[in-house]
């Protein structure tokens, strides 16, 4: 089994900054796929970004250039840096993952088994 907690939510007015952070303990190995989705009220689950084990990344157009992916091998911690902030950017994110104990073939980066609790991001005009 594999936990994650996400922290790092927070209101901030458009334009500023949060760096979201998704520490995974438990049954993690090398071989993994993590990502960030979002979901507003009302509105469908939608993917951010992922970070696969060989550093491939992977992001919405709505976030190209905007957030930036990355992993701490040493901690097994998933951040997601988002800059420029829209008040479309508010929602609740949630981290997930995929962890395989065989290095090959790589872990799945669609259907996530492990998911946090997510935090929430409030974007104000």
């Known amino acids: 089994q594999v936990q994650l907690r996400e922290s790092g939510g927070d209101s901030v007015q458009a334009g500023g900054s949060l760096r979201l952070s998704c520490a995974a303990t438990?049954?993690?190995?090398?071989?993994?796929?993590m990502g960030w989705f979002r979901q507003a009220p009302g509105k469908e689950r939608e993917a951010v970004a992922s970070?696969?084990?060989?550093?491939?990344?992977s992001y919405a157009d709505s976030v190209k250039g905007r957030f930036s992916v990355s992993q701490d091998n040493a901690n097994n911690t998933l951040y997601l840096e988002m800059n420029n902030l829209e008040p479309g950017d508010t929602a609740m994110y949630f981290c997930?993952?995929?962890?395989?104990?065989?290095?090959?073939?790589?872990?799945?980066?669609?259907?996530?088994?492990?998911w946090g609790q997510g935090t929430q991001v409030t974007v104000s005009s």
């Open positions: 438990g049954n993690t190995y090398r071989n993994f796929c």
């Open positions: 997930a993952a995929n962890f395989r104990r065989q290095l090959y073939p790589r872990a799945d980066c669609v259907d996530y088994s492990y």
């Open positions: 970070f696969e084990s060989d550093g491939s990344t």
